[in-house]
């Protein structure tokens, strides 16, 4: 059964908002002054009905874990689905992330 991923946003856009951290669980911080965030703060809000969490790019939201993966492979997922490793949803799992396709891993 496949799945329709929302198309992210581009490298360079999130780029010039986040950097990966490894000092907060959503593993994103700001580097700009933006929308009541400074410089520095944690990116992303956990949503209290999937776990997960959220983060807002231009009025749109997206599960960081899907920025997390972005920003470190530099491969778009939107094709595929991106997993936690052990489905672990509220630790950083920066380093563990995996793209998945068709209830498989795809190996960075």
Avoid: C
């Avoid at 780029?15 to 410089?39: H, M, N, R």
């Avoid at 703060?41 to 749109?60: A, C, Q």
């Avoid at 997206?62 to 939107?78: E, F, G, Q």
């Amino acid at each position: 059964m496949s799945r329709n991923y929302k198309l992210m946003p581009s490298l360079w856009r999130l780029e010039e908002l986040f950097k990966l951290s490894t000092q907060y669980p959503s593993g994103l911080e700001w580097i700009v002054d933006k929308a009541g965030y400074k410089k520095g703060d944690s990116v992303g809000k956990i949503n209290k009905s999937t776990g997960y969490y959220m983060v807002s790019v231009d009025n749109e939201a997206y599960l960081a874990h899907r920025i997390v993966y972005y920003l470190r492979t530099k491969k778009s997922p939107d094709t595929h689905g991106v997993q936690h490793n052990f489905s672990n949803k509220l630790k950083d799992n920066r380093l563990e992330l995996r793209a998945t396709y068709r209830n498989t891993f795809i190996k960075n």
